[in-house]
């Protein structure tokens, strides 16, 4: 008999997800995945002036924060007919591939690393063999045994206090770990140090955007002027300061993310083979090199690959009617006419239809509506987006620079292609991205230095930003990569306003229910099969998910048994 394990929250992500995993037999037989809050800026935005909508966009979420305001500046952007200067698409490729470097190893080390690594197995370690295998790996410079003995020694204070702190709540001694402590120290050890180096990625930001968390943006292109002689603008001093952030945040991925990836995976090469999920994957694409009317020259490629076909690539058009439609069968909302029919986003609708158990509940009506994500879909088919879609895409299309890492990858660790469907690829693939994320920064900084050498300082088209000039009704589309994967904005102008406005995010199109044809979004189909050794300590089960890097956006909410609004948190 089935037994229903709900796990709610699903805690080391971004957002309130609930899953609902029935497992027999000691493996996922079925799987419903929840988002429990409620987002509604499609409300926020209606009536507001367009060229503001990438503020309000920009804090769907605390963590992708610079990639909402960059599908919201191109949405207005494409609905208009607007241009941007070289200078600024260079500065916004910049400012996406620092949020990807600091995102990915922050998911990596906080946010799965306890998927894989037991911190507590650690205290058992001997600090000069994990010296010994980081020096194997790496040339990473903090590798002796005195500084491995003193993390041990830092983590042992935790346990002998008997607070765990941040390494609190968690499965250790779970018969899924697999890594001897040597390596689990290694692994705590540089957890550490990517909390301190994440925050010097993100200063990336506040360079080019003012501020970070939410940095700046423009319609037209970037806020910041440059005049290599002027304090106040995007100056020599500046410029080299992004320079040498890039240039720690490629040695940091380079030589402690990769090498722990690696050998963390080979430990685990059994996962090669759990949670697949779906055969389909769609990428919007991103990195213009040639600006953003030519996808052709992104170095992430557009495309879908349909049943894991990598021989064939098919076309994404984001203004097709019939191509990107979301359902709302079973979630809490409804469409005008009847919820059966999938709605393009430019005649989407967000209105709320909560018919669902109030808190607290024992188990969702997933006969019914049972989320507040709706479902979209690639004409009618669901489609896994994230990092293992694009390199699929990418390594798909023949592009040698992907091939090489990824093959490089499969051959250390001694695994076929097909190893890539799957939880650990998934895992794999983010950090493989980053990889080339990395020196893809270096050739973007070195093409904004080369255009500022030959005299073009432009960073803003302001041919447009008159309403007076725009034509009566206009629509547009922001297609972008977000961290978590396809990422688009969708909006109706009408009069010099927002007429409609529609976000379908990266965890729509993973973390959502079914379709009125029964068809499982990516969460629910990744989970069957999935072992599960302990019920009560869903490890496995976490793993997978997490392996999607889960962010369902910002809100938070207390309520009584009653149902009644008791708090609200706001962070300052």
């Not at 890594?179 to 689990?184: G, H, T």
């Not at 705590?188 to 993100?202: D, I, N, P, S």
Request: aromatic share 10%; proline share 6%.
């Amino acid at each position: 008999m089935a037994k229903r394990i709900v796990i709610d929250p699903i805690t080391r992500i971004e957002g309130h997800l609930r899953l609902e995993v029935e497992v027999q037999g000691g493996k996922v037989t079925d799987a419903y995945s929840s988002g429990t809050m409620v987002r509604g800026f499609e409300i926020i935005l209606k009536g507001r002036d367009p060229r503001d909508a990438w503020a309000f966009c920009e804090r769907a979420c605390g963590v992708c924060t610079t990639v909402h305001a960059l599908a919201s500046v191109r949405t207005v952007e494409d609905a208009l007919d607007i241009v941007v200067p070289p200078n600024a698409e260079l500065i916004r490729n910049l400012m996406f591939c620092a949020q990807y470097m600091q995102d990915h190893v922050v998911h990596f080390y906080h946010l799965h690393a306890l998927d894989w690594v037991d911190v507590v197995s650690a205290l058992k370690a001997d600090p000069a063999k994990t010296s010994e295998i980081a020096r194997s790996i790496s040339r990473w410079p903090k590798s002796s045994p005195n500084y491995f003995a003193d993390v041990q020694k830092r983590l042992a204070s935790f346990v002998q206090s008997g607070q765990l702190g941040i390494f609190a709540n968690a499965y250790w001694g779970h018969p899924a770990f697999k890594l001897p402590p040597e390596v689990n120290l290694l692994g705590t050890a540089h957890y550490l140090e990517a909390l301190e180096w994440q925050k010097e990625m993100v200063k990336v930001h506040t360079i080019f955007g003012g501020k970070n968390p939410h940095p700046n943006y423009l319609v037209g292109g970037v806020p910041c002027p440059i005049n290599i002689d002027d304090s106040n603008a995007l100056n020599s001093e500046r410029l080299s300061y992004v320079k040498s952030i890039l240039d720690e945040g490629k040695t940091f991925v380079e030589q402690v993310y990769i090498p722990d990836l690696l050998a963390i995976a080979s430990f685990y090469k059994d996962w090669g083979a759990v949670g697949g999920g779906l055969s389909n994957y769609l990428v919007y694409g991103d990195l213009p090199t040639n600006g953003i009317r030519d996808p052709g020259k992104f170095k992430f490629p557009r495309g879908v690959i349909l049943d894991r076909d990598l021989s064939k690539i098919h076309e994404v058009d984001g203004k097709n009617p019939q191509q990107i439609q979301e359902f709302v069968a079973h979630s809490w909302y409804e469409y005008a006419g009847g919820d059966a029919a999938g709605k393009h986003p430019w005649d989407g609708e967000t209105k709320f239809n909560f018919t669902g158990p109030k808190p607290p509940y024992d188990q969702l009506s997933v006969e019914g509506k049972y989320s507040w994500l709706k479902t979209p879909r690639w004409n009618g088919k669901p489609m896994e987006v994230g990092p293992l879609a694009r390199l699929l895409v990418a390594y798909a299309g023949g592009r040698e620079d992907v091939k090489e890492v990824v093959d490089g990858a499969l051959k250390k660790l001694n695994v076929p292609v097909t190893a890539l469907f799957s939880t650990l690829g998934r895992t794999a693939a983010r950090g493989l991205e980053t990889l080339l994320i990395a020196q893809w920064a270096q050739e973007f900084y070195a093409s904004l230095i080369a255009n500022i050498k030959n005299g073009d300082s432009r960073t803003h088209n302001g041919e447009k930003w008159d309403p007076a000039a725009w034509p009566r009704e206009a629509r547009g589309v922001g297609l972008s990569e977000a961290p978590r994967g396809a990422l688009a904005h969708w909006i109706v102008i009408k009069d010099g306003k927002i007429d409609n406005y529609q976000l379908v995010v990266p965890s729509t199109w993973n973390a959502s229910p079914r379709d009125g044809a029964g068809q499982r979004s990516s969460y629910e189909a990744a989970l069957l099969g999935t072992p599960v050794a302990d019920p009560e300590q869903p490890l496995e089960i976490l793993r997978t998910i997490h392996s999607f890097d889960p962010c369902i956006a910002c809100a938070v909410h207390v309520y009584d048994e009653k149902g009644r609004s008791v708090a609200r948190v706001t962070a300052l």
